[in-house]
């Protein structure tokens, strides 16, 4: 994990954040800054420092890559991921379109474990974890898979020991938090809706 700069957060060391990537007007997303934030996002299962948490963010680094190589295969068809899913599926494609339901669905993950963790001060982050995958990602997983995400519920830091590793100053930490996540909570919203969208299925 990158140490935070003094008197900073873990956030201060993310490349970009989701409020980089707010929707525009008309609800649509910038695809470089979305994926460089969910990139981004990926180092947080570094401080939950669990390798159980291994599956979980090579499911995400592998969707951000779906993603990641339509924009460079059609730059100019993809400068919003509603456009990227648009053009892309216009040619009969749906790897980045599927990629971007499955990131959609992990970072949904994230946010509601976290937020039910800021929102329940005594709740450990084990408890937080695995309600929000019962409701997010459980219902879309194999019995094979599972298990394995499972075990990552499972193998959470205490929650003392985690917001520890975010930062010094909790007042910053807690701020700092609330302000990536709800803007993480906006993307996802959005996003849940269009993929919802007849436009975006296949």
Not at 9 to 29: N, R
Not at 45 to 54: E, I, K, P, R, T
Not at 58 to 66: E, L, Y
Not at 153 to 174: E, N
Request: net charge neutral.
């Amino acid at each position: 994990m990158a140490a935070y700069p003094p008197n900073g957060t873990f956030f201060d060391t993310l490349k970009k954040s989701f409020v980089d990537a707010k929707p525009g007007a008309d609800g649509s997303i910038p695809t470089n800054d979305f994926l460089e934030a969910s990139e981004s996002l990926v180092t947080l299962f570094d401080v939950l420092g669990s390798v159980a948490f291994n599956p979980v963010k090579s499911d995400m680094t592998g969707n951000v890559k779906k993603i990641r190589d339509r924009q460079l295969a059609a730059p100019a068809d993809s400068a919003t991921l509603q456009d990227l899913v648009k053009n892309e599926l216009k040619e009969k494609k749906h790897t980045a379109t599927e990629g971007l339901l499955w990131l959609t669905r992990g970072l949904d993950f994230t946010a509601q474990a976290l937020r039910q963790n800021i929102d329940n001060s005594s709740e450990e982050l084990s408890n937080s974890f695995r309600t929000s995958y019962s409701n997010t990602l459980k219902p879309h997983h194999s019995f094979i898979v599972k298990p394995i995400f499972s075990a990552a519920m499972s193998a959470t830091p205490y929650r003392k020991d985690f917001y520890a590793k975010l930062g010094d100053d909790q007042a910053k930490v807690q701020t700092a938090l609330t302000t990536w996540l709800e803007a993480l909570e906006k993307d996802v919203a959005v996003l849940k809706e269009f993929m919802a969208n007849k436009n975006a299925k296949w």
